[in-house]
């Protein structure tokens, strides 16, 4: 018989197993990634929902028209229909800009960023809202980011970068005269 003795084979299995061990979940990591960024490749681009379209339309037209809370129940709406309709969260950003929320409008413009990260209109939005929060450099960092994105020619790019320069909105305060005496209580 030529068979291996038996603490040779306990060896050779502890051998194998310890190999397995060690390398198994690289492999599977590997394995993974591979898979995600091959389906990736072969994603389709989303076809909105019919109703959520017509919802978002008539949330247009409801901005259009100056009214932004039916505007916003309406894009909501639309998001509750079709939660992977990523302009939504664009005209749900727009709203909230135009209710003074800018960091209500950066959630939304970050929302449409992680869905699609190369969206110049989200990257540009943020950019703007964080311009009128006052964030002047987290804005430059968008700014640099759609310059490496499209380039300084990009509608989006002329956009943000004019936007930066004028600044931050500033208020200021008016003097008030007072009618009444001031008295202590």
Request: contains cysteine.
């Amino acid at each position: 018989m030529t068979d291996t003795p038996p603490i040779a084979a306990a060896n050779d299995r502890s051998r194998w197993k310890e190999l397995f061990m060690r390398y198994a979940p690289a492999a599977a990591l590997l394995s993974l990634f591979v898979a995600v960024s091959a389906s990736v490749g072969f994603a389709e681009d989303h076809q909105p929902d019919p109703r959520a379209a017509a919802l978002v339309a008539e949330g247009r037209s409801q901005m259009q028209a100056g009214n932004v809370q039916d505007a916003i129940s309406s894009f909501e709406a639309a998001l509750a229909v079709d939660p992977a309709y990523t302009a939504i969260y664009l005209d749900l950003a727009s709203a909230a800009r135009a209710e003074g929320l800018q960091g209500k409008a950066i959630h939304f413009y970050r929302e449409a960023q992680e869905r699609d990260p190369e969206n110049l209109a989200a990257i540009a939005g943020e950019g703007e809202a964080l311009v009128e929060k006052g964030a002047i450099s987290a804005a430059r960092e968008n700014l640099s980011r759609l310059r490496d994105l499209c380039g300084s020619d990009c509608a989006e790019t002329a956009t943000l970068a004019a936007a930066i320069d004028r600044g931050p909105l500033v208020m200021t305060a008016e003097m008030v005269t007072q009618d009444e005496e001031v008295t202590q209580n």
